[in-house]
């Protein structure tokens, strides 16, 4: 209970959570549908791996690299890059022995791609879309650039444009004729029909969900994954996280501090113990641990550049999120000098090797 006194419950406080850039995925009941289990597109927990090409990968990629064995399948992720015109896909592979649980070789994850010739045409359309804004809306500017300009030409100036009449009053003054306007040239829409913004967001979500449904991918009927150990199969949906902001802490009532007077004198050797103890826990998987039990049932944290929420304070933690260097004490002289206090660690990645094919940095998903 005193947990929850220090902190305000008035109602006239209004809380609202704030969205973050991680994707939760959570289960979402079993999968009986033949098609969405034979679908790449259709992530899911367990069951048996659907895969983008009718050739199959090896099925050696499934073993565990401790016992041998084959693994199950832990959750297959459709998860296509923005404006990329592949398909892929994402594959978590656990081995379930207990004598090789926290080993490396344990938990393997690989992706597949595919091109995606539809969705590349889509994508050039797109891109030529939004080069012809830009163009238009940088003439535009030049135009009203030059329009200011105009309006700023003195006609006492020598260096006034020859003919530049004064006050204005030029054509009006000596009856010119009026100069023939110059023939516009009309844009018009293909095929002779008007096509607005909003036709052509239609079009695209139409074209997105023909690119997105029915994926094909070859029956396992026939092949050796078939007869993988598999869990049952669960959907596997996706929602925004959510973390409600941090509740102002409440000041000490008067009878608080009443209470707290007639405590002294007391034994209070158990609150010191607990205390200590206190002190052995992990405060890295207590961070966890707080941050997950804002939605319990999430299996999966998706967040493409971002930051990894560490489990445990362990060497992957050390690595990921290493100390800060300080500098050092001066110990040879008698002076004193001030040594800031330890930074917060914060995540690296400079630690983690390239990529072994074009040595670019890997990203964290």
Request: aromatic fraction near 8%; glycine fraction near 6%.
């Amino acid at each position: 209970m005193a947990a929850e006194e220090d902190w305000s419950d008035s109602d006239e406080e209004v809380l609202s959570d704030t969205e973050t850039s991680v994707q939760l995925g959570v289960p979402d009941g079993p999968i009986e549908s033949s098609s969405d289990l034979l679908d790449a597109a259709v992530s899911r927990i367990g069951g048996h791996p659907a895969f983008l090409s009718p050739h199959d990968p090896s099925f050696d990629s499934s073993l565990c690299k401790n016992c041998g064995k084959p693994m199950e399948l832990l959750v297959q992720l459709w998860c296509p890059l923005e404006d990329s015109p592949y398909d892929r896909v994402l594959y978590v592979w656990g081995c379930a022995c207990g004598t090789c649980q926290a080993k490396d070789g344990s938990i393997r994850a690989w992706r597949a791609l595919r091109f995606n010739e539809r969705y590349a045409a889509k994508l050039e359309k797109k891109r030529a879309r939004q080069k012809a804004k830009e163009e238009a809306k940088a003439k535009a500017a030049r135009e009203e650039e030059e329009r200011r300009n105009a309006a700023k030409v003195n006609p006492f100036s020598m260096k006034a444009p020859a003919g530049t009449p004064a006050f204005g009053l030029g054509s009006h003054v000596f009856s010119d004729a009026p100069s023939e306007p110059e023939p516009q040239e009309e844009e018009l829409p293909a095929a002779g029909r008007e096509v607005s913004s909003e036709d052509e967001e239609e079009n695209d979500t139409d074209e997105e969900e023909k690119l997105v449904t029915a994926l094909a991918s070859s029956t396992l009927d026939s092949s050796e994954w078939a007869s993988a150990p598999a869990y049952p199969s669960l959907y596997l949906s996706t929602l925004s996280e959510y973390l409600p902001k941090a509740k102002s802490a409440k000041l000490p009532s008067a009878e608080d501090i009443e209470a707290d007077d007639n405590k002294k004198g007391k034994d209070t050797s158990w609150a010191m113990e607990g205390y200590e103890n206190s002190l052995e826990t992990d405060h890295v998987f207590d961070r966890f641990s707080q941050r997950a039990e804002y939605q319990g049932d999430q299996c999966i944290r998706y967040d493409l550049g971002g930051t990894p929420l560490p489990f445990a304070h362990d060497a992957v933690f050390d690595r990921l999120f290493p100390v800060p260097r300080q500098a050092a004490v001066p110990v040879t002289k008698a002076e004193f000098k001030v040594v800031p206090a330890a930074g917060k660690r914060i995540f690296d990645s400079s630690s983690i090797p390239p990529c072994r094919h074009c040595g670019g940095p890997r990203v964290f998903e």
